[in-house]
C-alpha cells in the first residue's frame, strides 16, 4: 500500500529540539499516570462517600447523594470537560478565578482535567459502593445494630468491609475506565498519552507508528491496573464466603 | 424486666401489631408462637428498637424504647439477640465475631474479649472452630457461634427470633439444647419459634399470636391442654399433629 514504516523515528531528535519523538511519548505517558491516578484517588474517597449516604435512612442526604450521581453521571463526560476547563473559572470569586487564569496553562489544563474525571469517575464508584451495601443480607444490618453498635459503627465494622470485597470486580473495570477516560483531555490541549500520538503523527507523517505506540502503551496500563486489582481481590477473599477459598 | 403496653405498629395503612401487652419477669422464658405474618418477629424486634412502633410503650430494665431520648445502642448492648439467618459476620473469624463488640463498644481489652470469647465457645463446644470463618461453619454451628456471640456482651436478657428457622432438621437440636441449658441458668428469654417441643420443655408461658394481636398469654400447661380461642387450637393441632 506504499506506506513506509519507520521505527526508527521515536530516537530521532524532535523538530523542537527538545529530547525525542519517544521522550514525548513517554511524557504523555506520565501525564496519564499522574492525571489519572490522582483522579482515580479523589473518585474513591468521594465516591465512597456518596455511595454510603445513598444507603442512610435520612433522606435529605439520600436525596442529595442521588442528585450528586445523576449530574455527574448523566452529563456527557466531553461536557463536564469543557464546563470545569472554561466556565468554571468565570463562576469562581474573581480573585480565585484570575489566579487560575493566570498560572501555567499546563497546571490549568492538568486541573481541570483531574476534577472532571474525578466527579465523573466518583458518580460511577458511589453506584458500585451504594449496590455492595444494598446487596448484602438485610440481617447484617441488624445484626450490627442488635449488638450495640450505632449506625456509624455498624457500617465500618459490618457493612463496608463486606461491600468493599463484593465490588473490587466492579471496580477494576471502573480503575480501567479513569486511565481511558483521560485520553478526552487532550481536548483541551492537555499533552497526555493520546495527545501526544497525535502530536507525533503531525510531527513525522508516521500515523501507523504513533497509535501504536499509543495502543501499546495504554494496553500496558490497563494490564498492570487488571493483574494488581486481581491481586487485590485474592488477598481480601473471605474463607467460606461466595468466591472464597 | 421487659414490660410492653397496648403497642401497635402500622406500615402505611397495613397494621402490623396491634395493642400488644404482656410482661416478662427476670428469669421467664417466653416462647411467642403463632402462624406466619402473625407479627411475632415484627413483636421481639420492637423490643430492641429494631423496628419502630408507633404507639404504646415498650419499658426494658426500666428504659423506655420508644422514647427519642433514649440511647438505643447502648440499650441493644444489653440485649442479645439471635436471628433466624444467624447474620454472623463473615469477613470476620469466629473468635472476632465474638470479640468486636466486646472491644468497640464495651470496652473491653482484646485479652479480655478473647477470653471471654474463648469461655464461651467452649460452652457452646465450638473451641476448636475459633480460629475458622462463619462460611466455613454448618448451619448449627453458626447458630451456636451467633448464641454465644450475643451472650459475649453479657445481656440482661436474650431476644430469639426464630433461632432454627433456616437449619437442617438435624442440626435443629444442637441449637435447642445451647438454648435449653441457658434457660437453666435463669437467663430471661423471648423466642419466637415453631418448636413447641422446645416450648413444653423450657417455656415459662406461651404468647400465641395471630393478625398482629397477643390472642393467647398462658402458662404452657394452660396453653398446651387447653387453649383458649378458637385459632389457637386450629394451630396447635397442625403443630402437633406431626
Given at each position: 500500500?506504499?506506506?513506509?514504516?519507520?521505527?526508527?523515528?521515536?530516537?530521532?531528535?524532535?523538530?523542537?529540539?527538545?529530547?525525542?519523538?519517544?521522550?514525548?511519548?513517554?511524557?504523555?505517558?506520565?501525564?496519564?499516570?499522574a492525571?489519572?491516578?490522582?483522579?482515580w484517588?479523589?473518585?474513591?474517597?468521594?465516591?465512597?462517600?456518596?455511595?454510603?449516604l445513598?444507603?442512610?435512612?435520612?433522606?435529605?442526604?439520600?436525596?442529595?447523594?442521588t442528585?450528586?450521581?445523576?449530574?455527574f453521571?448523566?452529563?456527557?463526560?466531553?461536557?463536564q470537560?469543557?464546563?470545569?476547563?472554561?466556565?468554571?473559572?468565570?463562576?469562581?470569586?474573581?480573585?480565585?478565578?484570575n489566579?487560575?487564569?493566570?498560572?501555567?496553562?499546563?497546571?490549568?489544563?492538568f486541573l481541570?482535567?483531574?476534577?472532571?474525571?474525578?466527579?465523573?469517575?466518583?458518580?460511577?464508584?458511589?453506584?458500585?459502593v451504594?449496590?455492595?451495601?444494598?446487596?448484602?443480607?438485610?440481617?447484617?444490618k441488624?445484626?450490627?445494630?442488635?449488638?450495640?453498635?450505632?449506625?456509624?459503627?455498624?457500617?465500618?465494622?459490618v457493612?463496608?468491609?463486606?461491600?468493599?470485597?463484593?465490588i473490587?470486580?466492579?471496580?477494576?473495570?471502573?480503575?480501567?475506565?479513569?486511565?481511558?477516560?483521560?485520553?478526552?483531555?487532550?481536548?483541551?490541549?492537555?499533552?497526555?498519552l493520546?495527545?501526544?500520538?497525535?502530536?507525533?503523527?503531525?510531527?513525522t507523517?508516521?500515523?501507523y507508528?504513533?497509535?501504536?505506540?499509543?495502543?501499546l502503551?495504554?494496553?500496558?496500563?490497563?494490564?498492570?491496573?487488571?493483574?494488581?486489582?486481581?491481586?487485590?481481590?485474592?488477598?481480601?477473599?473471605v474463607?467460606?464466603?461466595?468466591?472464597?477459598? | 424486666?421487659i414490660?410492653?403496653?397496648?403497642v401497635?405498629?402500622?406500615?402505611?395503612?397495613?397494621?402490623?401489631?396491634?395493642?400488644?401487652?404482656?410482661?416478662?419477669?427476670k428469669?421467664?422464658?417466653?416462647v411467642?408462637?403463632?402462624?406466619?405474618?402473625?407479627g411475632?418477629?415484627?413483636?421481639?424486634?420492637?423490643?430492641?428498637?429494631?423496628e419502630?412502633?408507633?404507639?404504646?410503650?415498650?419499658?426494658v430494665?426500666?428504659?423506655?424504647?420508644?422514647?427519642p431520648?433514649?440511647?438505643?445502642?447502648?440499650?441493644?448492648?444489653?440485649?442479645?439477640?439471635?436471628?433466624?439467618?444467624?447474620?454472623?459476620?463473615?469477613?470476620?473469624s469466629?473468635?472476632?465475631?465474638?470479640?468486636?463488640?466486646?472491644?468497640?463498644?464495651?470496652?473491653?481489652?482484646?485479652?479480655?474479649?478473647?477470653?471471654?470469647?474463648?469461655?464461651?465457645?467452649?460452652?457452646?463446644?465450638?473451641?476448636?472452630?475459633?480460629?475458622?470463618?462463619?462460611?466455613?461453619?454448618?448451619?448449627?454451628?453458626?447458630?451456636?457461634?451467633?448464641?454465644?456471640?450475643?451472650?459475649?456482651m453479657?445481656?440482661?436478657c436474650?431476644?430469639?427470633?426464630?433461632?432454627?428457622?433456616?437449619?437442617?432438621?438435624e442440626?435443629?437440636?444442637?441449637?435447642?439444647?445451647?438454648?435449653?441449658?441457658?434457660?437453666?441458668?435463669?437467663?430471661?428469654?423471648?423466642?419466637?419459634t415453631h418448636?413447641?417441643?422446645?416450648?413444653?420443655?423450657?417455656?415459662?408461658?406461651?404468647?400465641?399470636?395471630?393478625q398482629g394481636?397477643?390472642?393467647?398469654?398462658d402458662?404452657?400447661?394452660a396453653?398446651?391442654?387447653?387453649a383458649?380461642?378458637?385459632?389457637?387450637?386450629?394451630f396447635?393441632?397442625?403443630i402437633?399433629?406431626?
Amino acid at each position: 500500500m506504499g506506506y513506509s514504516w519507520n521505527w526508527g523515528i521515536f530516537l530521532q531528535p524532535t523538530a523542537t529540539g527538545d529530547g525525542t519523538y519517544l521522550g514525548w511519548m513517554f511524557y504523555g505517558f506520565k501525564v496519564t499516570i499522574a492525571l489519572s491516578l490522582s483522579a482515580w484517588f479523589i473518585a474513591l474517597v468521594l465516591g465512597a462517600v456518596v455511595g454510603i449516604l445513598r444507603t442512610v435512612p435520612n433522606k435529605w442526604l439520600s436525596g442529595f447523594a442521588t442528585a450528586y450521581v445523576e449530574v455527574f453521571r448523566n452529563i456527557p463526560l466531553l461536557v463536564q470537560l469543557f464546563l470545569w476547563y472554561f466556565v468554571m473559572p468565570e463562576l469562581l470569586p474573581e480573585n480565585l478565578g484570575n489566579a487560575f487564569k493566570q498560572s501555567n496553562p499546563i497546571v490549568q489544563q492538568f486541573l481541570s482535567s483531574m476534577v472532571c474525571l474525578a466527579l465523573f469517575t466518583s458518580a460511577r464508584v458511589a453506584e458500585q459502593v451504594r449496590s455492595g451495601i444494598n446487596s448484602l443480607p438485610p440481617g447484617q444490618k441488624n445484626a450490627g445494630l442488635a449488638m450495640g453498635f450505632t449506625l456509624s459503627q455498624t457500617y465500618r465494622y459490618v457493612l463496608l468491609p463486606m461491600a468493599v470485597r463484593l465490588i473490587v470486580p466492579p471496580l477494576t473495570s471502573e480503575f480501567l475506565n479513569i486511565f481511558k477516560n483521560s485520553a478526552v483531555c487532550s481536548t483541551i490541549g492537555l499533552l497526555e498519552l493520546a495527545a501526544q500520538g497525535r502530536q507525533l503523527v503531525d510531527y513525522t507523517a508516521q500515523p501507523y507508528e504513533s497509535f501504536i505506540a499509543v495502543t501499546l502503551a495504554y494496553l500496558l496500563i490497563n494490564v498492570v491496573v487488571m493483574f494488581g486489582m486481581r491481586w487485590v481481590e485474592e488477598h481480601v477473599r473471605v474463607p467460606g464466603y461466595i468466591g472464597g477459598k | 424486666m421487659i414490660s410492653m403496653n397496648k403497642v401497635s405498629k402500622h406500615y402505611g395503612a397495613f397494621q402490623v401489631l396491634t395493642d400488644c401487652t404482656t410482661q416478662v419477669q427476670k428469669g421467664e422464658v417466653i416462647v411467642v408462637c403463632g402462624p406466619s405474618g402473625s407479627g411475632k418477629s415484627t413483636l421481639i424486634k420492637c423490643v430492641n428498637g429494631l423496628e419502630p412502633f408507633q404507639s404504646g410503650e415498650i419499658i426494658v430494665n426500666g428504659v423506655s424504647v420508644g422514647a427519642p431520648a433514649t440511647n438505643l445502642s447502648k440499650l441493644r448492648s444489653t440485649v442479645g439477640m439471635v436471628f433466624q439467618n444467624f447474620e454472623l459476620f463473615p469477613h470476620m473469624s469466629i473468635i472476632d465475631n465474638l470479640s468486636i463488640a466486646q472491644l468497640k463498644v464495651l470496652g473491653r481489652n482484646q485479652e479480655q474479649a478473647r477470653e471471654k470469647g474463648y469461655k464461651l465457645l467452649d460452652r457452646v463446644g465450638l473451641r476448636e472452630q475459633a480460629e475458622k470463618y462463619p462460611g466455613q461453619l454448618s448451619g448449627g454451628q453458626q447458630q451456636r457461634v451467633a448464641i454465644a456471640r450475643a451472650l459475649a456482651m453479657d445481656p440482661i436478657c436474650m431476644l430469639f427470633d426464630e433461632p432454627t428457622s433456616a437449619l437442617d432438621p438435624e442440626m435443629v437440636n444442637e441449637v435447642l439444647d445451647v438454648m435449653t441449658e441457658l434457660a437453666k441458668e435463669g437467663m430471661t428469654m423471648m423466642c419466637v419459634t415453631h418448636e413447641m417441643g422446645f416450648a413444653k420443655r423450657v417455656a415459662s408461658r406461651v404468647i400465641f399470636m395471630d393478625q398482629g394481636r397477643i390472642v393467647e398469654d398462658d402458662s404452657k400447661e394452660a396453653f398446651f391442654e387447653h387453649a383458649r380461642s378458637e385459632r389457637a387450637q386450629q394451630f396447635l393441632a397442625k403443630i402437633l399433629h406431626h
